[in-house]
């Protein structure tokens, strides 16, 4: 791993990784925006690193390093900001603040729950720094007020999601997965790719069937049948928006994927291999290729946002 992103001991350090969803069933729009989903979730090695420490009451500042960190909002948008910010108000309103650093690893705004990742690892950082008593639960029902996936990326692992995404169940998992991702040059907003989906899918059902193709290959540890299982009903609207995707997506599976994917809203394609040397061979092929900003190799599950020092 790299060196501490600050080795300085009043700093609160945590690690929160990526995730890829490896069946995302998307129902019609709900009138609060959002659209009903029953998803199947995985946490992958991609991390970014969220460390923390004590400002003047009231104040939240941001910084980010890493890559694509000039594509991250530094004001009061940013989602770690959010997140202090809102657990300062719950246990500590006119106490509390929080000079935040981040070093981004997880692409951004690539369907890898980045920014929520960011949020998560803010939480868990902050309630440790202010030396809060916060619960597990406590921290998911916050997370649920700054986006769906902020949950999910408290817990990390392999977990069912319904709802908005935000009930979640853990899945049984057996086995490590050997993963590809490809990573794009540009971004995909997240509503716009929902919005796409309502056009392509008017008659998007209310009720959505559980994902059980994908959790039988989970807990039989089955990579064939997991990499045939994967599911994305977002995948079309993505791909009408990036037409480039289906060819990614396309050539990962002639060069030998057991499966492939758009990771949630995309643009980031993640692509199943059999075993590490699969995974190395796919991932030094698909670099030849040309066709995308960067490759990455990882695997899941992994842990979600945990300290660090
Ligand atoms: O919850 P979050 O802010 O991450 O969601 C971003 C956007 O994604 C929402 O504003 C909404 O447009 C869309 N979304 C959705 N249904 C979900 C989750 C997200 O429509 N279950």
């Keep these: ?16 990784s990526g995730k890829i969803n490896l069946a ?12 009903p989903l029953a998803t199947v979730f995985q946490s992958v090695s991609l991390f970014d690193e969220i460390a923390v420490r004590w400002a003047a009451p009231g104040r939240f500042s941001v910084s ?17 900001v959010r997140a202090a910010r809102l657990l300062a108000e719950h246990y500590g309103p006119g106490r509390l603040g929080a000079d935040i650093t981040i070093r981004k690893t997880i ?16 939480l868990l950082a902050c309630s440790v720094l202010w030396d809060l008593d916060t619960t597990p639960d406590e921290l998911r029902t916050l997370g649920a007020m700054l986006g769906a996936d902020v949950p999910f990326q408290l817990m990390g692992g392999t977990a069912l999601g319904t ?10 998992s057996r086995g490590s997965y050997h993963w590809v991702l490809a990573l794009s040059e540009d971004e995909l907003s997240t509503p716009e790719v929902f919005r796409r989906f309502d056009e392509l899918t ?32 977002l995948e079309p609207a993505a791909a009408t928006l ?7 997506l396309q050539t990962g599976r002639e060069l030998g994927a057991l ?20 995974a190395v061979d796919l991932s030094v092929r698909l670099s030849s290729e040309g066709m995308c900003r960067a490759i990455r190799r990882v695997t899941g599950p992994v842990p979600g946002a945990r300290l660090i020092n």
């Design 163 to 172: 709802g908005r995404g935000d009930e979640l169940m853990p899945v049984l």
């Design 259 to 278: 499966g492939a994917i758009v990771s949630g809203a995309g643009p980031t394609c993640a692509f199943l291999a059999v075993n590490e040397a699969a």
């Design 1 to 16: 791993m790299a060196s501490p992103l600050v080795p300085e001991p009043d700093w609160v350090r945590v690690r929160a």
């Design 107 to 122: 692409p951004v705004a690539g369907g890898m729950a980045g920014g929520s990742a960011d949020a998560a690892g803010a």
């Design 202 to 233: 008017p008659d998007a059902p209310d009720e959505l069937a559980m994902p059980t193709d994908v959790m039988n290959a989970l807990v039989a540890g089955d990579a064939p049948g997991l990499g045939a299982a994967l599911i994305n009903d």
């Design 242 to 248: 990036r037409p480039g995707l289906l060819r990614i």
């Design 64 to 80: 980010v390093q890493g890559e694509q960190a000039d594509l991250v909002p530094t004001d009061e948008t940013n989602l770690a």
């Design 24 to 35: 995302l069933r998307v129902g019609g729009v709900r009138p609060s925006g959002y659209h």
